[in-house]
């Protein structure tokens, strides 16, 4: 279970706890079920990639430097800049950067 893809396919909106008459509360046990399989580095690629980058740039994704121009040449303001070091302190708080060192069955 905890190497199946599925587990990650739940958007964690609670709409289905609101929805079930018996009150199960499916998101958390989601939660609960990626979080083990994120112990055991079964993380998807996708998502792997995405912590990488909040890992290392404190972003969930990297901006393209042609992002960046094109948004000069259009007028807009820079983008705020991001603490770095706030960040890393927090992901390394959360052990993010062994989460994503580590591989699992998958």
Excluded: H
Aim: net charge positive.
């Amino acid at each position: 279970l905890l190497a199946s893809k599925e587990i990650w396919l739940c958007a964690s909106c609670f709409r289905c706890v609101d929805r079930c008459p018996r009150g199960v509360g499916f998101t958390n046990i989601s939660i609960a079920l990626r979080n083990l399989a994120a112990r055991e580095g079964n993380i998807p690629e996708a998502l792997r990639a995405m912590a990488s980058t909040v890992v290392e740039t404190g972003l969930a994704y990297k901006i393209p430097l042609s992002r960046l121009r094109m948004r000069e040449k259009q007028g807009l303001p820079p983008l705020p800049s991001v603490n770095i070091e706030q960040v890393r302190a927090l992901v390394e708080e959360a052990g993010l950067p062994e989460l994503v060192a580590k591989k699992g069955g998958r």
